[in-house]
Nanobody, 126 residues
């Protein structure tokens, strides 16, 4: 099993920045693709960004391009989602997920991911 844990959530003002972290408590993420998802209040969970462990290929939804950055620190067994220029619509519970890597990652098929964290709340408000 690959239990995942997210951290770094909190409250931030619009235009501010925050960095989320994802790690595996009983394994390493070296060979897994990682996806970040979020669920806004009253809405379905959606993909935000993902990264392949094989080639480092990344993907972002248009709403966060230029503002969010996914990265991996293999030495620390961490995957980050750095979020800048935050907007109120970025508010939600953010989840990380891991999948067996095939040199790609997806954000529109949540069932592709094998392991999920419990989520961390990000609130963007004045």
């Amino acid at each position: 099993q690959l239990p995942l844990v997210e951290s770094g959530g909190g409250s931030v003002q619009p235009g501010g920045s925050i960095r989320l972290s994802c790690t595996a408590s009983r394994d390493n993420l070296t060979h897994y693709a990682i996806g970040w998802f979020r669920q806004a209040p009253g809405k379905e969970r959606e993909g935000v960004s993902c990264m392949s462990s094989i080639n480092g290929r990344t993907s972002y939804i248009d709403a966060v391009k230029g503002r969010f950055t996914i990265s991996r620190d293999k030495a620390k067994n961490l995957v980050y989602l750095e979020m800048k220029s935050l907007k109120p619509e970025d508010t939600g519970v953010y989840f990380c997920a891991a999948a067996m890597d095939q040199g790609m990652c997806v954000m529109d098929r949540q069932t592709w991911y094998d392991f999920w964290g419990q989520g961390t709340q990000v609130t963007v408000s004045v």
